[in-house]
Structure formats: structure tokens, C-alpha cells
């Protein structure tokens, strides 16, 4: 369970903030459907978690356990690193005549690709050797973040002091990697 617990928690913190949030935001205000929304938002992060985390598990069936020990602190350090920066939404979101789940499903699935939360699930899924608790993990954790973005959001973002949950993201990524290679030795 430490798999999963450990997923949550990352990804949910990581998620404050970042574009993929922001999305969830647009997608509210622009669609004004939340249960299509939401329920694209678990479809679109369970197929693209459930990718990512089959790379993280394959990459680490490739490196020996001292290298991947290695790779994954240092990549969870880096994260930490990453999640200090502001994300930004470029542009909006296309409203595909599909309607709001399909719009939602492929909006989210191309906004998860490259993010920090998609390589924190490849990290995750190297680091234990629990492809699925990862996966669900990491869904639940974008879940839990961005679906009071969907009920409520701007006058959530709003009182949310942004600035300082990117530092605790960070600190516990930085945590997280640390634990990783103290754990690797």
C-alpha cells in the first residue's frame, strides 16, 4: 500500500498548480458540466497514467538496481526542482462537437503528456514494483486535485496560496528522492 499512499500524495501535491489544474479550471467555466468533466479527467489520467507507469516498469526491468536507485532519487530531486516553477495553460482548450467527456478525455490526455505528474508516475512505477497500485495511486491523486477545481473553481484557486503549495510539492518530491536513495544503499 506504501505504492499507492506514496502515489497520492506526490501527484496530488504536484497537481496544485499546474496545467493540467488549470485545464480543470477551463474546462468548468467553458463546459459548465461537471460529472462529463470529471469523469473525462479519470478516463483521460487512467490511460495515461497506466502508459506512463508501463514505461517506468519496463525502463526498470532494463537498469540494474544501483543505476535505477540513482536515476529515480535523482529524477524525484529534479521534480522537486520542477514543481517550483508556475505552470501556464497556452491557449484554450477545442470544444470537439463529441461533447464535454470526449472534449475532457482528449484536452486531458494531451495536456498530461510531458508533464511532471506523467514522469513523477514513470519514476513511481520504477521505483516500486506495483504497476497497478501505481497507476491508481497517481489517478486518485489527480482526481482528489482536480476535481474541487471542477466544483469550485476559480474562487478556489483563488484562496489557495499557490506560491506555498508548490513548496511543499517540491520539498516533499526533494523528500521523496532523498528517502529513494538513502532506501537504494
Known amino acids: 500500500m506504501e505504492a499507492f499512499f506514496t502515489s497520492t500524495l506526490l501527484v496530488a501535491l504536484a497537481e496544485i498548480g499546474d496545467k493540467t489544474q488549470l485545464l480543470s479550471f477551463v ?7 461537471p460529472y462529463p468533466i470529471m469523469a473525462g479527467i479519470f478516463a483521460a489520467t487512467i490511460l495515461n497514467h497506466a502508459l506512463a507507469a508501463s ?6 526491468s532494463l537498469i540494474s ?7 529515480v532519487g535523482l529524477s524525484f530531486i529534479g521534480f522537486g526542482l520542477w514543481a517550483l516553477k508556475p505552470d501556464t495553460l497556452d ?18 490526455f494531451v495536456a498530461e503528456m510531458g508533464d511532471k ?10 521505483r516500486y514494483d506495483a504497476l497497478v497500485l501505481v497507476v491508481l495511486g497517481t489517478t486518485f491523486g489527480m482526481v482528489l486535485a482536480n476535481i474541487p477545481a471542477v466544483w469550485i473553481g476559480k474562487a478556489l484557486a483563488d484562496r489557495i496560496n ?8 517540491a520539498a516533499s518530491f ?12
Open 162 to 169: 499557490m506560491r506555498w503549495m508548490r513548496w511543499f510539492a
Open 27 to 33: 474546462l468548468a467555466a467553458k463546459l459548465r458540466r
Open 117 to 126: 505528474t506523467q514522469f513523477a508516475t514513470v519514476a513511481l512505477a520504477a
Open 55 to 60: 514505461i517506468g516498469a519496463w525502463l526498470a
Open 174 to 185: 526533494v523528500l521523496m528522492g532523498l528517502w529513494s536513495l538513502a532506501a537504494g544503499e
Open 91 to 108: 491557449g484554450n482548450p477545442r470544444i470537439f462537437s463529441a461533447g464535454v467527456f470526449v472534449t475532457t478525455l482528449v484536452a486531458f
Open 65 to 71: 538496481p544501483q543505476a535505477l536507485t540513482w536515476i
